[in-house]
Every structure is written in C-alpha cells, then in structure tokens.
C-alpha cells in the first residue's frame, strides 16, 4: 500500500515540475507578442482547462465513489488508476490553461482558466490527510 502511495505523489510531484517549468519557459520565451486576440482560441482554452480541471475530476470522483459503494470498497489497484486518471486529466487542463497563457485570449478567460487550473492541482495536492480521507471515503481495501 505504502509503495502505491509513492507512486501516486511521485506522479503528482512530476506533474507540478513539468507544469512549473512550462510555465517558466513560456515565461520566458512569450515576450513581445504582436498576435490578434481570438475568440474561437480563447473560447477552446476556457472550455478546455474547465473541462480536464475541474468537470473530468469530479466525474471521476463521483464515477469511483459510486463504484466503491456498489463493490463495497474499492481495490487498491482501482484507488491508484483513480488518482493516475486525476492527475492525467488534471495535467491535460494545465497544459490549456499554460496555452492561454501564451497565446493571446481575452483577459477574464485567461483568469477563469488559470483559477481553474490552480483549483485542479489544489484537488490533487498529495498530503496524509487526503489520503486517509480518500481512504475513509471509497473505503479502500488494503492487505494489511
């Protein structure tokens, strides 16, 4: 159980590391960009931050809660795709909100984008007491 664990915030971990050297990099390399605001683009990235961060987590959580209720408990190989499937999702909304950053959209889609996406990786934040919680809550069943 302990080694899944690893592997669930070691994935996390990477996902913040490449998300924050993205970032660092578009940081960079953005400079002076003299491209026209797009609807339909700023229209995509807002959708699409929306939908991996935040809408995909939730389905994901409710679709597992439920499994864990009908099998009464979950596996801990279910527990650690659960979590890999969050942080996939969450990491695919981070990379349209990253986009957003770099190309030019609208300025409140921008900001809806990246308060998505801070919410998204909040979500998955690994710390003890979410994975006791987690554990509590789809009643996860260990060998120990």
Request: charged fraction near 15%; proline fraction near 2%.
């Amino acid at each position: 159980m302990k080694e899944i664990i690893k592997k669930i915030n070691l994935i996390t971990y990477i996902n913040y590391a490449i998300t924050i050297i993205l970032l660092i990099l578009i940081f960079i390399f953005k400079a002076n960009q003299t491209r026209i605001v797009n609807r339909f683009i700023s229209t995509i990235v807002l959708v699409g931050t929306t939908l991996f961060s935040v809408a995909l987590p939730i389905l994901f959580r409710t679709g597992y809660y439920q499994k864990s209720l009908k099998d009464k408990g979950l596996d801990i190989s279910d527990y650690y795709n659960f979590k890999l499937f969050l942080n996939i999702s969450i990491f695919i909304g981070s990379l349209f909100a990253l986009y957003g950053y770099y190309y030019p959209i609208y300025k409140y889609h921008l900001y809806f984008s990246i308060f998505a996406c801070i919410w998204g990786i909040y979500s998955i934040f690994p710390s003890v007491k979410v994975v006791e919680k987690d554990f509590i809550t789809y009643k996860v069943k260990t060998e120990e």
